[in-house]
Structure formats: C-alpha cells, structure tokens
C-alpha cells in the first residue's frame, strides 16, 4: 500500500475509533473540522452539530450529504484480514471519508470549475434527520447531490423506498379470563394481522421487493394494574414510488380506528428513484469504468437521508460509498480497505469527468 493510501485509511481509522451514536455526535464533528481544516477552503460545524467542509470556487455546485452519526452497538475496531471492522465503518463513515480524502487530492483547475461541499450530517440514524433536514433549510439548492451511503465501489444507488411509522395503541376495563372479550394485547395483534394483509396486496404483480410494501412488527408490549390493561405496538413500512406516506395514511388509519383502536403515524418519507441516465449517473459511470469493472446500478428497501432532501434538491442526486450494506447495524461491520481506496479514486475521477478534465 502506497503512503498515500496509508494515511487515508490512518484517517478512516481514526475516525472509526470515535464513538458517535445519533445524538452524541459533537466529539466526531468537531475532531472533522479540525483535521480538514489543513486541506479544505473552508470547515465549520454549524448550529445543529453537522460538521461541513467546502472545496473549490467553480460555477458547478456539487453537494456530499453523508452521516456521521451511527446505529448503537460497540464493535472493537481493528484491521484484520485488510478490512477494518468497528461501527459506522460501512454505514456510512467509510462514505465520508472516502469524499473527504478525494476532495483533498483533486487538482486547481478542478476546483476552479467546481465547488464542492461534504456535509457531515448529525442524526440520520434517527427517525428525525435533524442534520439533512437543517441543511435543506440552510445551504442553497446545489446542482448535484451524492449521498454517502454503502452502494458497494463499483456501483450507485439511484433510490430508495419510502417510509412510514404507525403506533397502535388499546386500552380496556380488565375483565376475568374465563370471560368472552378479547384482551388488549389480542386486539393489537388482530390489528397487526389486518394491517400485515393490506401491505401484502401492494405491488404483487411486478415481482419486484422495491415495488411493493413492507410491513414489520418492530416491538410489542402489554400491561395491566388490575383495572385496565394495555397494549401497543409498533409497525414499520417501507413504501414503494407508488404509495405516498398520505396515501398509506388514508388507507391504513380506517382499518385500526374502526377495531377501537388509536393510531398515530410518524416518520413519512416518499420513495424516490433518480435518472439512471443524469449528468452524474454518466460520470459515475465514466469513473468506475476507468478502475476496469463494469459499473452497476441499482435501488435498495431501506430509506436514508435522500428522501428527505430529495423533495427541496430535486436535481440530479444518488447515492454512492463503498461497503456491503447487508453488514449495516450488524455486530459483523466492516469494511475492505482495498474497496475503500477504490471508491476515493471513482470518487476523484467523477470530479474530473464533471469539471470537464
């Protein structure tokens, strides 16, 4: 490995090393600032905690949203077999770094003709966005967006499904078990099977996972004082381009409420999908071409900060970073150091292709 190569991982490690779970990222955000403060024109972590780097002074405005926050768990971190294992190495710090690393090697003429900004975003992990959402609000719309989310280096990730949260909640007078009624926790899985048989419906004729919906128990609990007895419980849906949030709303919220059932919805993402063929899906092309493999396309279930910002940056946006998503939030997280440094260079090449170089 080249001394070059060394130091991008040096720093990838490092910035591994720094626990930064959705909440508690500031220590991560503030050690960013101060290592990119030596190569970027300008570095400030702003009001919600997002640590924001910027290169260039061009006419094309390029925008990098990653996260810095990660899922909860401790991993050791360690390089074992040439990967480095640890939280948030795939999901998604090797992301970051790798824009970080690539932005401080492009060249002048480069960042005269691109601006280019890395966004360090807080809280992405957690159901409210906070950093995407603040950066929406805050930095003008740019002309291209890559998200940094594992794709895998020799591939992007043009969408992903929506999002929606629904909370079920029963309570009821207790009554003796050798009675007919049903108890609260029976009318929340009644519910749950209800529910479960409408997302079911969605989306069957294509054969396609991204087309349809969702649907998950994610917790369950119930309760009594003698009185009264309680239940809720938690479902996760992921939507597809063809079932707004509202949408599922209107159809979800009569099925509970007329079971006796309360409801509350949160968490409403639309799903989004990119051109395929954009100014920034050729050049990732171009770019990962140019490393000798054959480029992949492809969308994903899950949601991520693209969903938020799609909405108000509604250019030509997808997501890109190197790792195997399938290892996010999983105990067994790493990432190949070679895939690292092959996403720095695709990641180079993309600005040279965009400044026209």
């Not at 910027?54 to 996260?67: A, D, E, Y």
């Not at 020799?154 to 079920?168: H, I, M, P």
């Not at 909640?169 to 050798?178: C, D, G, I, L, Y």
Request: aromatic content about 6%; proline content about 5%; hydrophobic content about 40%.
């Amino acid at each position: 490995m080249s001394p070059e190569g060394l130091e991008a991982v040096d720093f990838l490690r490092r910035v591994v090393e720094i626990p930064s779970p959705s909440g508690r990222e500031a220590r991560l955000a503030r050690y960013l600032a101060e290592q990119l403060d030596r190569y970027a024109d300008e570095v400030f972590v702003d009001e919600v905690g997002n640590a924001v780097a910027r290169w260039g002074r061009g006419p094309l405005n390029v925008t990098f949203l990653g996260h810095i926050d990660t899922a909860p768990g401790a991993i050791p971190v360690r390089l074992y077999q040439n990967s480095l294992y640890g939280r948030g190495s795939v999901d998604a710090k090797g992301a970051l770094c790798a824009a970080i690393v690539a932005m401080s090697r492009l060249q002048a003429e480069v960042l005269e003709r691109l601006t280019v900004t890395v966004i360090g975003a807080v809280e992405e992990e957690a159901p409210s966005s906070r950093g995407a959402r603040y950066a929406i609000e805050t930095y003008g719309k740019p002309d291209l967006v890559i998200i940094g989310e594992p794709s895998g280096w020799d591939a992007v990730t043009l969408g992903y499904k929506g999002r929606l949260v629904l909370t079920l909640e029963q309570r009821k007078q207790n009554f003796h078990s050798a009675g007919n009624d049903t108890t609260a926790a029976e009318d929340i899985v009644s519910a749950w099977e209800i529910v479960r048989a409408w997302a079911e419906k969605v989306g069957v004729e294509s054969g396609r996972v991204f087309d349809r919906i969702q649907a998950s128990l994610q917790d369950i609990c119930s309760q009594s004082d003698g009185l009264y007895q309680s239940a809720k419980a938690t479902v996760g849906f992921r939507l597809p381009l063809t079932v707004p949030p509202h949408d599922a709303i209107e159809q979800l919220r009569p099925l509970v409420v007329e079971r006796g059932l309360s409801c509350r919805f949160s968490g409403g993402e639309a799903a989004y999908k990119g051109d395929r063929d954009s100014r920034l899906a050729r050049a990732f092309r171009v770019a990962i071409r140019q490393s000798g493999v054959s480029p992949r396309q492809k969308v994903k279930t899950g949601t991520s900060d693209m969903n938020v910002v799609a909405p108000v940056w509604d250019g030509p946006m997808l997501a890109y970073g190197p790792g195997d998503s399938s290892l996010d939030h999983t105990p067994d997280e790493h990432l190949p150091v070679e895939d690292y440094l092959k996403s720095v260079s695709v990641l180079v090449g993309v600005m040279n292709t965009l400044a026209g170089i």
